[in-house]
């Protein structure tokens, strides 16, 4: 590594034109707060013209990242599992790693059960429970265990519905976590192949960097999708919708600042890390995961954060990244299903006892992966109200809040995906403490805009979207 400092390397590397560039995080908020009045006026003024345009341009950039999911999951976990033969000791960092995801679940729905009794959310709701209905799309444990085998290569499916007048109507989609099986699988035959398999992992490797980039260009677009989306949430939810719920809601975004802010940092401070110093590296990845409400949309900016902001080591950190996008979801699988279950519980008159809340904690952490990294957590809700025997009308009487909540809950598990490396990494001796302890919020080494020319000259490295090309100390926050 050079000796120079990474303040006066990137101040040095930074154009006039990044220079002179307005940060990506203003860009985000400027976004942000004209949504918000956007939203107002179309509510205020009855626009609905304004209404359905937000929500079509919101909707827009949803599905550009929807569309890049499954090839970018297929090749990140194929990719993650062909590095760890350059990880030493690489079944034990593996260990660790699904360790400390069941730590920091664990953690984080003592949490939400915690402010569920404390703040009884469903007894001081204003809701009528006699029209709920339950949801088209539900989770059992048996439909968790069926998914995971694969109905085809590609974790395709079809869905057909009846439409008015007798019309059938098919619409397919893809199954995340069939993808993630099939992507461990092809992996570990890669790596048992061995050199035989070196053009097609080279392949593989090349096909991630290609759609690292188009999730990239993406990202560049979130200014104007923050805008749309907020926009389109004002407009079409509003005071009304949040009011019958209010209590609910603040405990999601409390439940999850408590994480963000005293359980993470404990954790951090425990591994002797600067809890300061992750936030304003991991920041970039956290405010678009705020945005997106996609972890795996997010995926290629967490993993360029873990590595050039907080000195995670590339080969590790594209194994546990990818994992972790699919699987740690400290939101949208601990808090949330906390918190929701208990809500639901006592609208519905149910009592709740000890053995409840422990098979609370208990699918939190071993069924996240079903939330598969995805926009929403119908199914993780779904799978823990029918394990608790509990009405699952409940879950439809949730939903039309869901976008509301479903923005802090993906940056508290984005930040949770970028925190295990991490600590890992420290544990082992795979974190440069000079790249993590240059982080400062608002620094110039946070503000690194990575241009096209970087980016497209950066060589395909080990990591998921990360060149190795790119020199070690390098700071990232998100190209404008």
Not at 339 to 363: E, K, R
Request: aromatic share 8%; proline share 4%; with cysteine.
């Amino acid at each position: 590594m050079s000796s120079t400092t990474p303040e006066a390397s990137v101040s040095a590397d930074a154009t006039p034109r990044q220079r002179r560039r307005l940060p990506f995080w203003a860009q985000v908020f400027i976004g942000l707060a004209v949504g918000v009045v956007l939203g107002l006026v179309a509510r205020t003024y009855d626009q609905a013209w304004l209404a359905e345009t937000l929500k079509t341009v919101g909707g827009i950039f949803v599905q550009l990242l929807k569309v890049i999911v499954v090839p970018l999951v297929l090749t990140a976990i194929i990719v993650s599992i062909a590095n760890l033969r350059q990880v030493t000791n690489a079944a034990r960092l593996a260990g660790q790693t699904l360790l400390w995801f069941a730590i920091t679940a664990a953690a984080s729905v003592v949490v939400g059960i915690t402010l569920g009794l404390v703040t009884n959310p469903g007894a001081n709701a204003t809701l009528d429970t006699a029209g709920a209905e339950a949801p088209s799309r539900t989770g059992s444990w048996l439909d968790f265990l069926t998914s995971i085998v694969p109905g085809n290569f590609l974790g395709l499916e079809v869905s057909t519905t009846a439409e008015d007048g007798g019309a059938l109507s098919s619409s397919p989609s893809f199954n995340i976590l069939q993808l993630v099986v099939l992507g461990l699988a092809i992996g570990a035959a890669a790596l048992a192949v061995g050199a035989k398999a070196e053009p097609f992992i080279e392949l593989t490797r090349s096909a991630l960097e290609i759609f690292s980039k188009l999730v990239w260009w993406v990202i560049k677009l979130s200014p104007v999708g923050t805008a749309a989306l907020i926009g389109s949430a004002v407009a079409n939810y509003g005071w009304d919708l949040v009011a019958p719920l209010a209590i609910f809601t603040a405990d999601v975004y409390i439940g999850c600042l408590i994480v963000l802010l005293v359980i993470y940092p404990i954790v951090l401070r425990l591994n002797g890390l600067n809890p300061v110093r992750f936030f304003a590296g991991a920041w970039p990845a956290i405010q678009f995961a705020f945005v997106s409400r996609s972890s795996i949309g997010t995926l290629p900016l967490t993993q360029r954060v873990v590595t050039h902001n907080l000195g995670v080591s590339r080969d590790y950190a594209s194994f546990a990244v990818p994992i972790g996008a699919t699987t740690k979801m400290d939101g949208c699988a601990a808090i949330y299903p906390a918190l929701a279950a208990i809500t639901v519980a006592q609208l519905f008159g149910v009592d709740l006892g000890v053995t409840d809340y422990l098979l609370i904690a208990f699918v939190s952490i071993v069924g996240s992966a079903a939330t598969a990294g995805l926009t929403g957590a119908v199914v993780m809700l779904t799978l823990t109200l029918s394990t608790l025997g509990l009405p699952l009308e409940g879950v439809g009487l949730l939903l039309a809040i869901d976008p509301i909540i479903d923005m802090i809950r993906t940056a508290t598990n984005v930040a949770g995906q970028a925190l295990v490396p991490t600590v890992v990494g420290k544990r082992n001796g795979l974190l440069d403490t000079a790249v993590y302890d240059g982080n400062t919020f608002g620094g110039a080494d946070a503000r690194l805009e990575l241009d096209e020319d970087e980016t497209a000259n950066a060589s395909t490295g080990a990591g998921a979207g990360v060149g190795s090309g790119e020199r070690d100390g390098d700071r990232v926050a998100v190209p404008a």
